[in-house]
T-cell receptor, first 115, second 117 residues
Framework: DAKTTQPPSMDCAEGRAANLPCNHS???????VYWYRQIHSQGPQYIIH???NNETNEMASLIITEDRKSSTLILPHATLRDTAVYYC????????????????FGTGTQLKVEL | NAGVTQTPKFRVLKTGQSMTLLCAQD?????MYWYRQDPGMGLRLIHY???????AKGEVPDGYNVSRLKKQNFLLGLESAAPSQTSVYFC????????????????FGPGTRLTVL
């Protein structure tokens, strides 16, 4: 699975959009971009995923560049409850080999939403 | 629908003691996983299971054993606990359907915080 690079921390004002970048320059054609977040002391929570098209759900939007070497997770109206570590993960979907479908978590981006 | 639950939430062990962590899911998921998370680090896979009666090693399996006797349960055992096993343990489950990445989303439990003295 491709390696990802994220900034270690970001701040965002409540009510504003939070834009979290992720670089994955070695991504392969069949690898998806997944985003999870982990609120302090809780289990990771799935946010969104995509292959090459931009995606949106009730939680966030995912923008993937045309060359797929980077992506941005957008929380349109950040709240204090969005303060968490956000993980960008690149992996092949349904890869049932070796480590099963394990998620390789890096150190993520600590997003702090403030008043 | 409780999702993924873990028992216990907290535990303190002495070096050499044994214990079993229980993970249960009520979503009829085929795949289950055990991860550990150490301070300031991401999650690392310990063991996983792709179905009832099957288990396999992940990245850091040493010192742990697992069993999947029932589809809904995945047990993680520590036979002789060591201080290096002090960590937060997370269980996850997923139900991957071929060609449907959406169904491969992993759902995590709340975690078990283990301290080995």
């Amino acid at each position: 699975d491709a390696k990802t690079t994220q900034p270690p921390s970001m701040d965002c004002a409540e009510g504003r959009a939070a834009n979290l970048p992720c670089n994955h320059s070695t991504i392969s054609g069949n690898e998806y971009v997944y985003w999870y977040r982990q609120i302090h002391s809780q289990g990771p929570q799935y946010i969104i995923h995509g292959l090459k098209n931009n995606e949106t759900n009730e939680m966030a939007s995912l923008i993937i560049t045309e060359d797929r070497k980077s992506s941005t997770l957008i929380l349109p109206h950040a709240t204090l409850r969005d303060t968490a570590v956000y993980y960008c993960i690149v992996r092949v979907a349904n890869k049932v080999t070796g480590g099963g479908n394990k998620l390789t978590f890096g150190t993520g981006t600590q997003l702090k939403v403030e008043l | 629908n409780a999702g993924v639950t873990q028992t216990p939430k907290f535990r303190v062990l002495k070096t050499g003691q044994s214990m079993t962590l229980l993970c249960a899911q009520d979503m009829n998921h085929e795949y289950m996983y055990w991860y550990r998370q150490d301070p300031g680090m991401g999650l690392r896979l310990i063991h996983y299971s792709v179905g009832e009666g099957t288990t396999a090693k992940g990245e850091v399996p040493d010192g742990y054993n697992v069993s999947r006797l029932k589809k809904q349960n995945f047990l993680l055992g520590l036979e002789s606990a060591a201080p290096s096993q002090t960590s937060v343990y997370f269980c996850a489950s997923s139900y991957p359907l071929p060609g449907l990445a959406t169904e491969d989303t992993q759902y995590f439990g709340p975690g078990t915080r283990l301290t080995v003295l």
